[in-house]
């Protein structure tokens, strides 16, 4: 499963700027890598490790903006076609083998 992160964030006052590049970097820290400009993504596990991460993006919004999240199977993901461009590096890294089941 992974959860596509989609925001629009406003970037006019230096307090905004403050609160778009914090949380970006919250949504780092949390996991995510980004797809292209405003577009992350974060792979998980299972169902409880996608609501785990719903809750704790509910914890970093900000106050201004617009912020959507969709959850699609690794199948739907594997299936996104590049019209122009390529994979980021850490796109081309992340796949299901990066998750160590204890």
Known sequence: MNILLFYDLPTITKSDQRDFNKFRNNLIKLGFI????????????????????????????PEK????????????????????????LQESYTNDEDFLII
Request: aromatic residues 8%; hydrophobic residues 35%; positive net charge.
């Open 65 to 88: 903006g617009d912020i959507r999240i969709i959850i699609v199977t690794n199948k739907q993901y594997s299936e996104i076609e590049i019209l122009k461009g390529r994979k980021s």
């Open 34 to 61: 980004m797809i292209q400009e405003s577009v992350y993504m974060k792979p998980c596990y299972n169902h409880d490790w996608v609501k785990r991460t719903k809750i704790r993006i509910k914890e970093i919004l």
